[in-house]
């Protein structure tokens, strides 16, 4: 895709779903609601259909590379990651909350729908919501803008930390604890991308998020039924 092209997509992408999010301010006194307390709404198709479009735009400028082979090697990367990601989300959920329960940090009261027929919406609710984060944070931005900008090192740095920071700062509204959270579960997931989909020759834009959109599902759905209980 032209760069010019690219720019327009990722700058109608900041404006419409990036910067909405990082405008929200936290309130002490509200209510936290968990996967829209299985709700379906207008924003839950738009993410799935924006995630939908831009890993397919993702998988037929890239993925179609690969070999055969290579896509084979991709999926059983893909389920090692899988664990390895998984594991180190639940601990850093773990520390954290030790960490926040030890500074006697307050937490924001959270909202979880009563169990029943409407549990199954939840749980599609934060499958759409893990897909659409792992597409936007851990594939589109970080891509297009290796694509866009100079292929230094200082550069793609600095690209890895702004998109951690956005995707941190997303949750904002949930106190610092979540954004604390969102910081080091999105670093580990970035890698998670990298690590399970790169190809023999190292390139930067050989990544899958199907790891990563596994391992977080099932980090919030184990979260949402834990806690829900």
């Known amino acids: 895709m032209k760069k010019k092209y690219l720019f327009f997509e990722l700058t109608a992408i900041f404006i419409f779903l990036i910067i909405p999010p990082l405008s929200v301010s936290p309130d002490a006194s509200a209510t936290v609601t968990v996967a829209n307390n299985g709700v379906p709404s207008l924003w839950n198709l738009i993410q799935i259909l924006t995630a939908l479009l831009l890993h397919l735009q993702y998988t037929l400028t890239i993925q179609n590379k690969r070999t055969h082979f290579e896509k084979i090697q991709v999926m059983f ?3 090692s990651w899988w664990a390895i990601c998984l594991g ?4 850093t959920h773990v520390l954290l909350s030790l960490a926040v329960s030890l500074l006697g940090i307050p937490g924001k009261e959270t909202a979880f729908p009563e169990p029943g027929a409407i549990w199954a919406m939840s749980f599609l609710n934060l499958a759409v919501g893990a897909f ?4 936007i944070y851990r ?3 970080p891509q297009a803008l290796i694509d866009i900008l100079p292929g230094k090192k200082s550069v793609r740095i600095f690209i890895e930390l702004f998109c951690n920071i956005l995707f941190a ?3 904002r509204y949930m106190g610092l604890p979540a954004v604390a959270n969102a910081a080091i579960c999105g670093a580990i997931l970035r890698v ?4 399970s989909g790169s190809d023999s020759d190292g390139s930067p834009h050989t990544g899958s998020m199907y790891a990563g959109t596994a391992a977080h599902f099932a980090y919030n759905a184990l979260f949402f039924f834990f806690a829900s209980h």
Do not use: N, T, V
């Open 139 to 141: 594939e589109f931005i």
């Open 77 to 79: 990367r893909s389920l």
């Open 88 to 91: 180190l989300l639940l601990i």
């Open 169 to 171: 700062f997303s949750h």
């Open 132 to 135: 659409y984060e792992e597409s």
């Open 192 to 195: 998670c991308w990298k690590k």
